[in-house]
């Protein structure tokens, strides 16, 4: 089955999603991000992947200034109530160790067996207390999205 409705849907579903996350994160910047779906019991979690290609990333991407790392992501199949845990990395540059973290979301009443949950994380920092090595922030080059 072609999910191509799908993912052009994501560009317009990304922008209204990644607007009031912006919105809500002013008057700071995000550093790092991350997106998921939860996809009712009626669906595929294909369904969910298809929201989340290159045209939503590009979208979440946009919505902060711009971003070069790939966007981690989550999708599973799961009725209301479910919880996913949504991974983070820095936005510019994977190899960042100290912005790899997650968050965890619940949608106590979502997704329907019908529906699509499709989750955009931002956060502006990485995690307090990071000593695990790698790449600083402040080293990023942001050529290649790793380093």
């Given at each position: 089955?072609d999910?191509?409705t799908l993912?052009k849907?994501?560009?317009?579903?990304?922008r209204?999603?990644?607007?009031?996350?912006?919105?809500?994160?002013?008057?700071?910047?995000?550093?790092?991000?991350?997106?998921?779906?939860?996809?009712?019991i009626?669906?595929?979690?294909?369904?969910?992947?298809?929201?989340?290609?290159t045209?939503?990333?590009?979208?979440?991407?946009?919505?902060?200034?711009?971003?070069?790392?790939?966007?981690?992501?989550?999708?599973?199949?799961?009725?209301p109530?479910?919880?996913i845990d949504?991974?983070?990395a820095?936005?510019d540059?994977?190899?960042v160790?100290?912005?790899y973290?997650?968050?965890?979301?619940i949608l106590?009443?979502?997704?329907?067996?019908d529906?699509?949950?499709i989750?955009?994380?931002?956060?502006?920092?990485g995690?307090p207390n990071?000593?695990?090595g790698?790449?600083?922030?402040?080293d990023?080059?942001g050529e290649?999205?790793?380093?």
């Amino acid at each position: 089955m072609d999910l191509s409705t799908l993912t052009k849907a994501s560009d317009a579903v990304g922008r209204e999603i990644c607007a009031i996350a912006v919105q809500l994160l002013a008057p700071d910047k995000a550093v790092s991000y991350g997106k998921a779906a939860i996809v009712g019991i009626n669906g595929e979690q294909e369904h969910g992947n298809a929201m989340l290609t290159t045209v939503f990333g590009n979208v979440m991407r946009e919505a902060v200034g711009g971003g070069k790392a790939w966007i981690s992501s989550m999708t599973k199949r799961a009725g209301p109530g479910s919880t996913i845990d949504v991974p983070l990395a820095h936005k510019d540059a994977l190899y960042v160790r100290s912005h790899y973290d997650g968050m965890t979301i619940i949608l106590p009443d979502a997704p329907q067996p019908d529906e699509l949950a499709i989750i955009a994380v931002y956060a502006t920092r990485g995690r307090p207390n990071h000593r695990v090595g790698g790449l600083s922030a402040s080293d990023i080059k942001g050529e290649d999205g790793l380093v």
